[in-house]
């Protein structure tokens, strides 16, 4: 920018900015209805289920509860899922009325194990039935981005949002879309092994039809025993006893009838500016940890702690611990992997507070305040607006009866952007949106620039 310019910063967007016109990038236009899409794609003779909905799996030894309630929650209908192992364990979930299949493999675990090398990849692959879109971030199939989509502009849509975090350790796309920065990966060069990530079925309907037939077929044994001892074995017929009165008992009251107390997701958020003081200056007392022969990754920090993958370059794992054990910072730990040549690294930020806020934007009105801040400044940011259903629970925090109404839907926008201005500036941002919460804070050690990912709730109707 030329030195007669006026740089615009994040400060200056406390007033309200005049409307400007800009130059229109060559972008894929927005397109408010749903893009189509497909459910399989067949590689090398294999059909694959695509367009699964991807969660975190907590519980690795019974599935089925998490499962189960994601299908009552999100996935109305779905019938199918699909375990994913590893170091972040996943399920996945398709729906057979979709064109999922039992048995079917899921490309995305595939290929996601193929690319174990990167932690986070986005790719979009032209496969016969139209463009696979995947995203993998932090090890983790992102719940919405494995999708097949029929439409190429849809692809390319998912594709430039995605492109708008930063630090993708590896970006796939067609050599057609002349996107710098991506490479062309044939799919039927890596997608050779279907892996052991197959789809079944959620309810196990066999087994209960057995046990119903079985139950059946004892009853008619009983009924005809009773009716054939009733003919040869004629029943004697029964005293007569007076019945002595019962004592008089009061009849007990039913219990009071559970009360639903809803509590809204925005009544226990996140402080935001305890956040990002925590863990700037937790990562701040990261950067000075200096391992000869080993190079420091990304740095992620939530709520929950600081971490950070370590990689040796050269040397042995006994620099690496001597250099910890050196250093002896409180709430500092790690873990290394089976091959001694990387290692995680968590550091504790202690318990961030939390607040309550109730929201007052709509997210028409989000997403324009968003935009307009953003191109203010010139800088790119991704938005999408999301579905949290919260369960109802009891005054006592129990989960209420099956035949309570269904859980309450809450609307969202996430957003994602890269910055390498202070945290205090973005703060005087922040809290102009009531209602927003910062989920995760990641620095590039090389260039110190922060990538930004939080949520903003709209009030429900």
């Not at 004697?236 to 008089?248: C, M, Q």
């Not at 997701?265 to 003081?277: I, S």
Request: hydrophobic share 40%.
């Amino acid at each position: 920018m030329a030195e007669d310019e006026e740089e615009l910063t994040v400060d200056d967007l406390e007033d309200e900015l005049p409307p400007e016109e800009t130059e229109e990038e060559v972008v894929p236009s927005d397109n408010s209805s749903d893009p189509e899409w497909g459910a399989t794609i067949v590689v090398n003779n294999t059909t694959y289920a695509v367009s699964l909905f991807w969660q975190p799996l907590q519980d690795t030894n019974d599935p089925y509860p998490e499962v189960r309630e994601t299908v009552e929650n999100v996935m109305e209908g779905a019938d199918l899922f699909c375990l994913r192992s590893g170091t972040s364990p996943q399920y996945g979930i398709g729906n057979s009325a979709e064109g999922h299949k039992a048995g079917m493999p899921s490309a995305a675990a595939a290929v996601a194990e193929v690319f174990q090398d990167k932690s986070s990849s986005v790719a979009v692959f032209e496969v016969d039935e139209g463009w696979w879109f995947i995203a993998v971030r932090n090890d983790l199939i992102l719940s919405e981005e494995d999708i097949l989509y029929l439409n190429e502009e849809d692809a390319k849509r998912a594709f430039f949002a995605m492109m708008a975090v930063p630090d993708w350790g590896r970006k796939i796309a067609p050599a057609s879309w002349e996107i710098e920065g991506t490479e062309e990966i044939d799919l039927w060069k890596i997608l050779k092994n279907p892996g052991m990530s197959k789809l079944m079925h959620i309810s196990k309907s066999g087994s209960k039809t057995k046990l119903i037939a079985i139950g059946a077929g004892l009853l008619v044994l009983f009924v005809g025993y009773k009716l054939l001892s009733g003919i040869f074995f004629p029943e004697k017929k029964p005293v007569v006893r007076p019945l002595t009165p019962l004592p008089f008992t009061q009849e007990e009251e039913a219990p009071p009838q559970q009360e639903e107390v809803i509590v809204h997701p925005w009544e226990h958020l996140v402080v935001t500016e305890a956040l990002l003081n925590r863990c700037q200056a937790a990562a701040m007392q990261m950067k000075t940890i200096v391992v000869p022969g080993w190079e420091m990754g990304n740095i992620s920090c939530t709520a929950s702690g600081l971490s950070t993958a370590w990689t040796m370059k050269w040397g042995n794992l006994g620099f690496f611990k001597r250099a910890f054990e050196e250093y002896n910072i409180n709430g500092l730990d790690y873990v290394v992997d089976d091959s001694g040549k990387a290692a995680v690294v968590s550091l504790a930020i202690g318990e961030i507070p939390v607040r309550s806020q109730a929201p007052k934007m709509r997210l028409y009105e989000i997403r324009e305040e968003l935009t307009n801040i953003f191109q203010a400044i010139n800088m790119p940011i991704s938005l999408r607006e999301e579905q949290r259903a919260v369960q109802l629970n009891d005054a006592n925090g129990l989960a209420v009866s099956p035949n309570a109404p269904r859980p309450r839907v809450y609307s969202k926008i996430t957003f994602s952007f890269a910055s390498e201005l202070p945290m205090e500036d973005w703060l005087n941002v922040f809290n102009k949106f009531p209602a927003l919460e910062i989920l995760n804070l990641q620095l590039n050690p090389q260039n110190n620039i922060w990538t930004y990912e939080g949520q903003i709730y709209e009030p429900s109707i």
